[in-house]
């Protein structure tokens, strides 16, 4: 188990490495710099600045530059950002949009495997079509709908909740981008849950749960959802990833401090070291979750090992 | 069941039974699903509105009317009735005439005047000069001249949805974002369809080591962080739209070059496939005559699906501002300007976000009919 877990992460290490180089080549590729203003900086100023961010050297030096600090832990400091390192920007705002990540996928999973099971017990009655509709709705309307109306509604019209704003984590400030993000699961994973209980409720080993006089709601829990969450296990190794990385509209909509932003700003400004530092906690998030997801599989699924 | 017909008189008759085809037994389940069909009438209505409706809206979706920024969405004209009295006698009075008369009739504005000295007949200019006043005419004038009828035609707008920021009427600019959307939603599906096809009934059918190398490319494309290099087309081509959505369907041709790959190779173990290769039929030829028809099944389904896929990303994209520039306009757009706005506007975020909706939920419900039926499963 211990070692297939070294071998996976040693393994993670060359697509991790793939990812860096391309990300930094195709970066660099794209036309413009970070120091392009609407007014042309002073050739001299200029000068000093590449020469203070190494944007002199040729290339491939400073893309050796870049993994030599990288292997040390050092991301290098942001180019628009002045006088912070990605470090800092990425270790300020990664605590938030992790927050904010868990919580909407606590309350998705909680919620779409209520919904979900509801919904595959009484089949083809109205609770059925009531969720599927639902489920619907969330898949369909797109984020950047759902933030903003949200925020109008009970931020601005009804003015229970405050409209925007971090406050330092309160709960009041986290409703509402919480809800955001966690609608769209939540109604994925009640349409995954409704059709994988619907035949997980009809397979062998809940009839036999059945026949051995188990109590109804202990056959559902334990043996029936245990079958029924192994497309859910899959589907959220990469959700979670992108879920716990932070979401650029949410963070826009509700000015939170996250690092969703930092990545769309990063690429459009040319901030090459801050762009880079969200790729690889991405590809990173990426990684470890989709670990985790194998491991969940084998501890719910008695047919898969890993030795 | 009942779609399966035995027993038919003409089978009695020794005529022989007219097979129906998969085709046929797909529309025929398509049109018995009430929801799929209502949203194929309203994805038609969206088309239309695509298509016709910036051609046939009042307003172009560039006009600016500096006078009604931000005017609320109702159904009243403006100006209001009660607002162009006070506006004619505002451009009367530097005509230095005696007004006796103002009055408003529909489109028509009706001025007596009246002055002591011969009225010059180039008084009208006054009128003609505002905004909301055209066409201004003298239509009786007495004999000494000294009093005058004016009529002047009073323009009068409708702006159902309201305007934007600049003074643009919002429905105009609601039907063109239309129109962007679905544009963009068939060239980047086009796109993803003609390389996904090709590439996955290459793959699929040459096998082998052409095979698993082919396959190695999709999955490495499949692993970049898709928002980053969205961001990176826009980057590399300007903000061309045409362009970048050509690049978007080149990304989003992995699911379709997998689906038609996995079809491909069990359709090419299939008794008509041999039957094919024996009579000498060319690879390229059983390929297309054979196996991509096969294919088009779940092609189908997936491609109906894509649609909404890439138009919600081109609204995304846009609501970062990464889309279409001004004047055009997207629904993305429209949609983070009424975020923006929403405190002083809020019809400015509601409508073009009922429209986004609305027309991703008709994608949506049509795709998942013709998923149930085309799926030969559960025939």
């Known amino acids: 188990m211990l070692g297939y877990v070294l071998r996976r992460l040693l393994g993670a290490i060359p697509t991790l490495f793939l990812i860096i180089t391309l990300s930094f080549f195709l970066m660099r590729v794209a036309p413009g710099g970070p120091f392009d203003r609407e007014r042309a900086l002073e050739a001299k100023v200029l000068e000093n600045l590449n020469r203070v961010f190494h944007l002199d050297r040729p290339l491939w030096e400073q893309y050796l530059y870049y993994l030599g600090n990288l292997a040390q832990g050092d991301l290098g400091p942001s180019f628009i950002y002045r006088d912070f390192s990605v470090q800092q920007l990425l270790g300020s705002g990664l605590p938030v949009s992790i927050q904010l990540g868990a919580t909407a996928l606590l309350l998705a999973l909680l919620l779409g495997a209520l919904l979900g099971t509801i919904a595959a017990l009484r089949q083809n009655s109205w609770i059925d079509y009531g969720v599927t509709a639902v489920a619907t709705f969330g898949i369909t309307v797109p984020n950047f709908v759902v933030a903003p109306l949200l925020s109008l509604v009970f931020g601005v019209w009804l003015s229970l909740l405050p409209a925007g704003g971090w406050g330092n984590g309160g709960p009041a400030n986290m409703l509402l981008p919480v809800i955001t993000l966690a609608l769209p699961q939540v109604a994925v994973i009640a349409r995954l849950i409704r059709g994988s209980m619907i035949e997980a409720l009809r397979s062998d080993h809940v009839r036999t749960a059945r026949a051995y006089g188990l109590p109804a709601r202990m056959v559902v829990i334990v043996h029936a959802m245990r079958a029924a969450c192994l497309p859910v296990v899959s589907y959220l190794g990469p959700a979670a990833a992108a879920l716990l990385t932070g979401s650029v509209v949410v963070e826009t909509i509700f000015g939170l401090p996250g690092i969703g932003r930092y990545f769309v700003q990063g690429a459009l400004n040319r901030d090459y070291t801050l762009v880079m530092g969200t790729v690889i906690i991405i590809a990173v998030f990426v990684v470890v979750f989709n670990l985790i997801v194998d491991l969940l599989y084998a501890a719910l699924d008695p047919r898969v090992r890993y030795d | ?379």
């Open chain 2, 1 to 379: 069941m009942t779609d399966v017909a035995t027993n038919t008189p003409e089978l009695a008759a020794g005529v022989p039974a007219k097979g129906r085809s998969l085709w046929a037994t797909a529309l025929g389940r398509l049109r018995r699903n009430k929801a799929a069909m209502a949203s194929l009438f309203i994805l038609v209505l969206y088309v239309l509105a695509g298509i016709f409706g910036p051609m046939i809206s009042p307003h172009h979706y560039a006009t600016v009317y500096p006078e009604y920024v931000r005017v609320p969405a109702s159904l009243e004209a403006y100006p209001r009735e009660d607002e162009v009295v006070p506006q004619a006698e505002s451009v009367l009075a530097r005509t230095r005439l005696d007004i006796n008369a103002i009055e408003v009739e529909g489109t028509t504005l009706r001025v007596e005047a009246s002055s002591e000295r011969e009225i010059d007949t180039r008084v009208t200019r006054y009128l003609d000069r505002s905004n909301i006043f055209s066409n201004a005419r003298i239509t009786e004038k007495s004999a000494d001249g000294r009093s005058v009828v004016m009529e002047a035609d009073v323009e009068r707008l409708r702006f159902i949805f309201g305007t934007d920021g600049n003074g643009r009427d919002l429905l105009a600019r609601i039907l063109i974002s239309i129109r962007i959307s679905l544009m963009i939603g068939a060239l980047a599906t086009g796109v993803a369809l003609v390389i996904g096809v090709a590439w996955g009934a290459a793959a699929g059918f040459l096998g082998g080591r052409v095979d698993n190398v082919m396959m190695r490319v999709v999955d490495i494309l499949y692993a970049l962080p898709f928002t980053f290099f969205a961001i990176l087309l826009v980057v590399f081509f300007g903000r061309n739209v045409v362009l970048m959505f050509i690049a978007v369907g080149a990304v989003e041709w992995l699911d379709m070059a997998r689906i038609v790959r996995g079809q491909t190779i069990s359709l090419s173990r299939r008794e008509f496939v041999q039957a094919a290769e024996a009579l000498g039929v060319s690879p390229g030829g059983i390929l297309r005559r054979h196996i991509i028809p096969n294919t088009l099944g779940p092609v189908i389904i997936y491609m109906t699906l894509l649609i909404p896929k890439v138009i919600l990303l081109e609204s995304f994209l846009s609501f970062l501002g990464l889309g279409v520039q001004e004047p055009l306009t997207s629904l993305g757009v429209l949609i983070s300007e009424g975020a923006r706005n929403m405190r002083s506007a809020p019809y400015m975020l509601l409508y073009p976000s009922i429209a986004l909706t609305g027309l991703l939920f008709t994608l949506n419900f049509l795709g998942d009919g013709l998923r149930d039926a085309l799926d030969p499963k559960d025939r």
